[in-house]
């Protein structure tokens, strides 16, 4: 019976402590594809060191209908970098995970108006996320667009 008892306990042990584990590291729930809220777009968020980036990998228009040719960065206020193609575009920068489901002190680049926001991101459910973008230390002067995640 003493054996059925140590036995018994040794499970009971092994269950207590596999509930401890540590479990998936939830900065990484950030990590996949993202369609933007227009539906237009759609953004590969990836893990680089401790920091989290965004690359445009797909794009509903790709080329400029006038010329038949890939869309490129041309309202970028640097002249050297107008020629450069939007698609595969790392347009989120520099995100850190901050707890609870929330990256924040990045940038998101705007091919749009060749501008560059502030950004923050909050996972409302592991299908929907939340970016707020806003002029450099403003948060109140900004825009909550919400994406959704690619299967």
Not at 26 to 39: H, N, P
Not at 52 to 81: C, F, H, I
Not at 88 to 106: A, C, H, I, P, R
Not at 112 to 135: A, F, M, R, V
Request: proline share 6%; charged share 25%.
């Amino acid at each position: 019976m003493n054996a059925y008892r140590l036995t018994a306990l040794v499970l009971m042990l092994l269950l207590t402590l596999s509930a401890y584990a540590p479990q998936s590291d939830d900065a990484d729930l950030l990590v996949g594809k993202w369609l933007s809220s227009r539906k237009k777009n759609q953004v590969q968020i990836y893990k680089q060191g401790n920091k989290y980036y965004g690359r445009l990998v797909w794009m509903a228009e790709p080329t400029d209908p006038a010329t038949n040719k890939p869309k490129l960065d041309s309202q970028n206020p640097d002249e050297k970098l107008r020629n450069r193609p939007l698609l595969n575009l790392v347009m989120v920068t520099n995100l850190s995970y901050k707890g609870n489901n929330v990256w924040s002190d990045g940038q998101i680049y705007n091919p749009e108006d060749g501008k560059t926001y502030s950004c923050d991101l909050t996972l409302k459910d592991p299908n929907s996320l939340d970016l707020h973008g806003y002029i450099m230390g403003i948060p109140f002067l900004g825009k909550t667009k919400t994406w959704t995640r690619v299967k």
